[in-house]
């Protein structure tokens, strides 16, 4: 007679079952954890903070971050500091560009040290993205981005195409050069990075022909002539300082300038410059869809001719500066006006249509070391030897080198698109 289903099992059944058993927690434990690293659960903070500490890391940094993710909502791109990093390769020089015009083109020109190339901007609270060329011009395509405002902004334009064209085949691109508007295209992109000369953003009869600032009149009730090139633009990115800053006053029309010497009224510069920025404001407001177009202002970029206000007392401006300002929140009054700053804020915060404010005074105020400095034209020539031996007189300490300071600039509006 057969025994009774009863009795003990055999042991490679029990074997077999406990195994399935153990493969079976093991499969459930790693969809577990599957689930909750993807859950959209997860806090918005944690997933920032982990992308974070995995951008640090790419960068070769194992350490713990506490920054986050860049949020131009919470993130404080003023606070931080500039951290040295030699590894760090610009993505052209301007040798490899061939859009740096000589005013930047600081190695062509004789510059034989480069470490101002390698100083990264750090913010103390949020992580900033690299610039990635090839995204960039993918959130450009089919767009036209528009630069308009001084020669600090062409300084940022040149920089932008700089850091984007070389990914792209010679026979895909193309420059046009003009007077006052300078085009690069994408060709296979069919977009369009554009530079337009504008200095005030609103007229003046300086902008072209005449140069002497004695003679400069500025409308300041009427925007720029070359405004009818900002219609229909998918990014607009403005910028208007360094051409106000010729005298503590300067001279203000309202109406036509067929007045005249007996048109204008002498204003204080600051108060001249919230005038003309009003007027700007107004346009923006009157022409600019925001579901349509984009809108940013690049605050002051400062000028290092005071070297005393750093310490040096040899009256030499930025020549000779080999890195930047340790002290925090360094602050140059000849450098920046903070009453034409504090205009910018009170201008900015009253539109009705939105602007993103690429705030990088604070941040370019601590790199002294990076401007043209003595290698540089001027006059449409190169310093001549006898120039260079004098930097206290011909030193360019407004404009930046290229590879440089703009290219930060410009990783801080990629980080907005």
């Known amino acids: 007679m057969m025994k009774s289903c009863r009795g003990k099992l055999p042991l490679s059944i029990i074997t077999v079952a406990l195994c399935s058993f153990a493969f079976l927690a093991l499969l459930y434990t790693e969809r577990l954890s599957f689930i909750s690293s993807n859950s959209l659960l997860s806090s918005r903070s944690c997933a920032r903070r982990s992308s974070a500490v995995k951008a640090k890391k790419m960068v070769g940094n194992p350490e713990l971050?506490?920054?986050?993710?860049?949020?131009p909502e919470e993130c404080d791109i003023t606070r931080g500091k500039w951290v040295f990093n030699r590894s760090i390769k610009p993505l052209y020089t301007d040798r490899s560009c061939p859009y740096v015009e000589r005013q930047f083109s600081c190695e062509k020109n004789?510059?034989?040290?480069?470490?101002?190339?390698?100083?990264?901007?750090?913010?103390d609270d949020c992580y900033l993205p690299k610039f990635d060329p090839e995204v960039a011009l993918e959130k450009l395509r089919g767009?036209?981005?528009v630069f308009s405002g001084d020669s600090l902004q062409r300084n940022q334009w040149e920089s932008f195409v700089c850091m984007v064209e070389w990914t792209i085949p010679p026979e895909k691109k193309s420059m046009t050069l003009g007077k006052v508007h300078n085009v690069f295209k994408a060709k296979e992109y069919n977009a369009t990075i554009e530079f337009h000369w504008a200095p005030f953003l609103v007229q003046s009869n300086t902008d072209i022909n005449i140069k002497e600032a004695k003679k400069r009149i500025i409308k300041v009730d009427s925007v720029s002539n070359t405004s009818k090139d900002w219609e229909g633009a998918d990014i607009l990115a403005f910028n208007t300082y360094?051409?106000?800053?010729?005298?503590?006053r300067v001279k203000t029309l309202w109406g036509s300038f067929a007045n005249g010497e007996e048109g204008y009224a002498q204003l204080d510069t600051p108060v001249a410059y919230?005038?003309?920025l009003k007027t700007w404001a107004n346009w923006i407001d009157s022409n600019i869809n925001p579901n349509k177009t984009r809108v940013f202002f690049t605050t002051m970029s400062p000028t290092h001719s005071k070297s005393q206000e750093w310490g040096r007392e040899d009256g030499l401006k930025c020549f000779n500066e080999s890195e930047p300002l340790k002290k925090k929140n360094f602050w140059g009054n000849f450098a920046a006006n903070k009453e034409m700053m504090s205009a910018v804020d009170e201008v900015m915060k009253k539109l009705k249509v939105p602007i993103s404010v690429l705030n990088v005074t604070q941040l370019s105020m601590y790199r002294v070391d990076a401007h043209s400095s003595i290698y540089t034209e001027t006059g449409g020539k190169l310093l001549t030897p006898e120039e260079r031996a004098d930097p206290k007189k011909h030193a360019d300490c407004i404009h930046w080198c290229l590879p440089g300071v703009p290219d930060t600039w410009n990783q801080i509006l990629f980080a907005h698109l």
Not at 65 to 71: H, Q
Not at 110 to 116: A, H, P, T, V
Not at 242 to 248: A, E, N, R
């Open 65 to 71: 971050d506490d920054r986050f993710e860049f949020d």
């Open 110 to 123: 004789g510059q034989l040290e480069f470490d101002y190339r390698h100083w990264e901007w750090q913010p």
């Open 143 to 145: 767009k036209r981005l």
């Open 242 to 248: 360094v051409w106000w800053m010729y005298g503590i």
């Open 274 to 276: 919230k005038i003309g």
